[in-house]
């Protein structure tokens, strides 16, 4: 197990990058542009990258939350993707997202309790 202070180094980079996707989504909100949806994108494949990486250190309680967002991601970047071969967007056009079925959702709990951890 790695030490704490190690823990906390990690989980303060993975908030901050939580808050990176949250501002992406929030100024997508704004007008639903395709250049934010890409701005989503990328934030999320980077939270996506951290946890693989980090992998080994996450505490049990936390693996199922971390696990369940993956799973959502790994989703979440297939549709994205198969939107984007279905057409072709420009930066200022609206590109609306929906899932295929709501199991896919936006796992608000598990950010949730992934922002708040304390160990």
């Known amino acids: 197990m790695i030490k704490e202070?190690?823990?906390?180094?990690?989980?303060?980079k993975l908030r901050?990058?939580?808050?990176l996707s949250d501002k992406?989504?929030?100024n997508y909100l704004e007008d639903k542009f395709?250049?934010?949806?890409?701005?989503?994108?990328?934030?999320?494949?980077?939270?996506?990258e951290y946890i693989l990486d980090n992998a080994y250190c996450w505490p049990?309680?936390?693996?199922?939350?971390?696990?369940?967002?993956?799973?959502?991601?790994?989703?979440w970047f297939t549709q994205f993707s198969n939107f984007e071969i279905e057409k072709d967007y420009k930066l200022n056009e609206p590109f609306v997202f929906f899932?295929?079925?709501n199991k896919i959702a936006y796992l608000k709990n598990s950010v949730d309790?992934?922002?708040?951890?304390?160990y």
């Open 99 to 101: 899932h295929l079925y």
């Open 60 to 75: 049990k309680d936390l693996q199922m939350h971390l696990i369940n967002l993956l799973n959502h991601f790994d989703i």
């Open 24 to 26: 992406a989504f929030n």
């Open 16 to 19: 901050m990058l939580f808050e």
């Open 34 to 48: 395709y250049l934010h949806a890409l701005c989503i994108k990328k934030s999320n494949h980077l939270i996506y």
């Open 113 to 118: 309790y992934i922002k708040s951890y304390n």
């Open 5 to 12: 202070i190690e823990l906390h180094e990690r989980l303060i």
